[in-house]
Nanobody, 122 residues
Framework: QVQLVESGGGLVQPGGSLRLSCAAS????????IGWFRQAPGKEREGVSC????????YYADSVKGRFTISRDNAKNTVYLQMNSLKPEDTAVYYC???????????????WGQGTQVTVSS
């Protein structure tokens, strides 16, 4: 059974940093891509970042390029999202999700975590 569990969210001041973790079980990261998505109140869900597994290719939304870094530790079956220079507009529930790369890039992965809240506020 595929399971994803996010952690690391919280309250941070503008300009601060957080690292989100997505722990996977029931499958190995070697064969699936992992994406991070977010949804703010009253807004549509948007893709934030994605990492493929075979070659480690990474993808970022323009709004987070240069500030967020996605990485994976296959030995721990965990994907991370390092978020620096956080802004109030980064406030959202962040979800990790997995499927084949095409589905993740299309915003339609089959398997989702429960989400973790990130709030950027002074």
């Amino acid at each position: 059974q595929v399971q994803l569990v996010e952690s690391g969210g919280g309250l941070v001041q503008p300009g601060g940093s957080l690292r989100l973790s997505c722990a996977a079980s029931g499958f190995t990261l070697d064969y699936y891509a992992i994406g991070w998505f977010r949804q703010a109140p009253g807004k549509e869900r948007e893709g934030v970042s994605c990492i493929s597994t075979n070659y480690g290719s990474t993808y970022y939304a323009d709004s987070v390029k240069g500030r967020f870094t996605i990485s994976r530790d296959n030995a721990k079956n965990t994907v991370y999202l390092q978020m620096n220079s956080l802004k109030p507009e980064d406030t959202a529930v962040y979800y990790c999700a997995t499927d084949r790369l095409a589905e993740v890039l299309a915003g339609a992965p089959r398997y989702w975590g429960q989400g973790t809240q990130v709030t950027v506020s002074s």
